[in-house]
């Protein structure tokens, strides 16, 4: 359903994309993953037919993404990470002009997105906060009951309730065999959904794996206080464990598997207090690329 083929797209500072080659199959969900500028916001232009490439080429559902732009968007929903609205339209006036555009008749599924989202479209677009303008997006994105959607970074300025909200929304359309291609910051947003990741870094892919293999690189990271870090220390590096001091406490990152052998070894100093220490997916990639792979 979309296939990107030796896709190269250079920007006069050097940086873009080099050489992509990926496809996503019907019913997939593929989570898009990559530090900021590592070239998932310029693939996704590159799909959507915004922008040439210099090099390869980007399909969707067998057409060229940008010779046959008009003709895909028929059944196309996107979101982009950066959304501009017309200026002077109320949201209720978007969502219909949109709906005329895309001679919607039914508009019972954007009634019922609205209703999810818990948001009313009245008022003026320019006076919606970031997490209003992201509602609408969505709403936009997925009113028309598109067969394949691009999503860059759905979730940006949603509250964790809305955020949920959205991943039941792609569960969902997940199990009515959607094609989905999405980016994300969102460790949780990505295992939840994604059936495969792509990892892109400095604009090339640098790794295609299930959702399982990229939990599996997922450390868990700990805040330790002792009455003797130094000692602590000491311990944990001897057991084999990655520690390092952090102002008064005391840094420690493990696997999964190793939960058991890192309690029984702080069994062997005292603890004055142990806190979770919150992993974002920049963590997951730079573990994942130290590990080396590619």
Known sequence: MI????????????????NLNFEVKKGEVIGYLGPNGAGKTTTIRALMGFI????????????????????????????????????????????????????????????????????????????????????????????HDPEILILDEPTSGLDPLMQNRFVELIQEEKARGKTILMSSHMFEEVERT???????????????????????????GYEIKTTNNEQAIDILLKSGFDAKPLNDSIEVYITGENIDNFIKTCALF??????????????????????GNK
């Open 3 to 18: 296939s990107v083929n030796n896709l190269t797209l250079k920007y006069r500072n050097g940086k873009g994309v080099f």
């Open 52 to 143: 040439k490439p210099d090099e390869g080429q980007a399909k969707i559902n067998g057409l060229d993404s940008f010779k046959d732009a008009p003709e895909i968007m028929n059944n196309l929903g996107y979101l982009p990470g950066e959304i501009t609205f017309l200026d002077g339209m109320t949201g209720e006036e978007y969502l219909n002009y949109l709906a005329e555009v895309r001679g919607m008749k039914d508009l019972s599924r954007q009634k019922e997105l609205i209703q999810m989202f818990e948001f009313s479209p009245s008022g003026s677009i320019k006076k919606y906060s970031k997490g209003m303008k992201q509602k609408l997006g969505i709403v936009a994105a997925f009113m």
């Open 270 to 291: 005292h603890v004055i207090s142990l806190d979770i220490k919150a992993q974002t997916l920049e963590d997951v990639f730079m573990h994942y690329y130290a590990r």
């Open 194 to 220: 994604c059936d495969h990741v792509l990892i892109i870094k400095d604009g090339h892919l640098v790794a295609h794996a299930d959702i399982d293999t990229l939990k599996n690189s997922q450390r868990r």
